[in-house]
């Protein structure tokens, strides 16, 4: 079928409408009529070939909600009428180590990226949640909970998964000093995940104004990450760090903020490597780790827990025709804290 769509041809080309023929629905497929698609930082970077060279033309958009409308003869988990959500891969091998231990995002064959991507036959291109439909194989879609919803939930699908997998793999739990880095999309999430975790979370931000949204999202505490007297005042402070600030950032002054063994996770995406000083790690036995996104076992988590505690992402909701300016925006730091695609304007 064809679909409507937003792309852009070239790293320095803003999007504009685009129609992408989606494949018949195959017995494990579903197709779903989408109804909101989140913006995430990772789709500028992608989309300007910030990250190496991209493939053109990239229909963006991995934070995909909406309705299920046809299911293949196999497909047991959705049915069609279901909330249903897609996040950043579309398939992955299935047999590798990775897959077979549940972590399809480690796909040693590489998964089916949702976009700048390709199937697993390696030749078809992915385009992702910037569209009005979508097919996928059933594994790779997750079911939306009844009260969330749909434009809340779409950044739960990266934001959400992204922050909420490194707080859970490193044991965040009640009465933990947590530091979240960034308060953007992914920030957000942190805070408001590591909040209802039971976790005091600590806000490091470089923009003053957020200073009370960071409170209402869950933040017991508020620091500026661009006064010097804040790394001094929280030296050994944190059991755990997330980092999600998208661009260049002293490394060394975040880790000397961790308690003994304490961990800092990084799931920002500088489009710079950073230098790390062997002292940074050595004093405490600090931990510095990564965390790429999540497997399809915490997607559907953490949508759960999100309907559990009864919050979505804090999104401003777009037409796709204003894409290029939220694309602006989000660079300049201005977005609160999410901006989602109303997919009935594509
Ligand atoms: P975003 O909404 O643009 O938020 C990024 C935040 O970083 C900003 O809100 C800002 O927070 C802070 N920041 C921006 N410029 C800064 C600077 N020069 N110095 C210090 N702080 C700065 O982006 P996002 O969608 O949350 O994504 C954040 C990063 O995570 C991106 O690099 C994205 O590609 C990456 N990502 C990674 C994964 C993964 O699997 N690891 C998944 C999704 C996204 P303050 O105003 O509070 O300082
Ligand atoms: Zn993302
Ligand atoms: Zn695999």
Same mark, same amino acid.
């Given at each position: ?40 930082? %990772? ?5 300007? %070939? ?23 003869? !196999? ?40 976009? !700048? ?41 990266? &934001? ?29 999430? /942190? ?33 500026? +990450? ?25 490394? !060394? ?20 490597? +950073?230098?790390?000083?062997?002292? %940074?790690?050595?004093?405490? !036995? ?5 965390? %790429? ?19 979505? /992402? ?5 037409? &796709? ?26």
């Amino acid at each position: 079928m064809k679909a409507r769509a937003y792309a852009t041809t070239a790293a320095t080309q803003p999007l504009a409408p685009f129609t992408v023929d989606r494949r018949d629905v195959g017995p494990n497929d579903v197709l779903i009529e989408i109804i909101a698609s989140g913006i995430c930082h %990772s789709d500028i970077h992608q989309a300007r %070939s910030e990250w190496g060279p991209a493939k053109y033309p990239m229909v963006p958009g991995h934070e995909i909600v909406g309705k299920v409308t046809q299911v293949g003869a !196999n497909v047991k988990r959705l049915k069609v009428g279901d909330m249903a959500g897609v996040g950043c891969m579309v398939d992955s091998c299935r047999t590798c180590h990775p897959c077979a231990h549940g972590d399809e995002q480690f796909c040693e064959k590489t998964p089916a990226w949702t976009y !700048n991507g390709t199937e697993m036959d390696r030749t078809t291109p992915t385009y992702g949640g910037y569209s009005t439909h979508i097919v996928v194989t059933e594994h790779f879609v997750v079911k939306v909970p009844a009260g969330l919803d749909p434009f809340a939930a779409a950044p739960v699908l990266c &934001a959400g998964v992204t922050t909420f997998s490194p707080l859970q793999e490193w044991g965040c739990k009640k009465g933990d000093q947590v530091a979240v880095v960034g308060l953007g999309g992914l920030g957000h999430m /942190a805070v408001k995940l590591a909040a209802a975790m039971g976790a005091e979370v600590t806000l490091l931000s470089t923009s003053l104004s957020k200073q009370a949204d960071a409170k209402r999202l869950g933040a017991a505490n508020f620091e500026l +990450s661009t006064d010097k007297a804040t790394f001094r005042k929280l030296a050994r402070r944190f059991d755990l760090i997330i980092d999600t600030v998208s661009a260049e950032h002293d490394y !060394n002054a975040y880790l000397n903020l961790l308690r003994p063994r304490g961990a800092m996770v990084v799931v920002g995406v500088p489009p710079k490597p +950073s230098p790390v000083a062997a002292f %940074s790690l050595i004093g405490g !036995n600090r931990r510095l780790a990564g965390s %790429s996104i999540g497997n399809m076992k915490q997607t559907q988590d953490v949508l759960d827990f999100c309907a559990q505690h009864q919050f979505g /992402a804090d999104v401003e909701v777009i037409k &796709a025709g204003d894409i290029n300016v939220a694309y602006e925006r989000m660079v300049k730091n201005d977005v609160k804290y999410r901006f989602v695609i109303d997919a009935k304007t594509f």
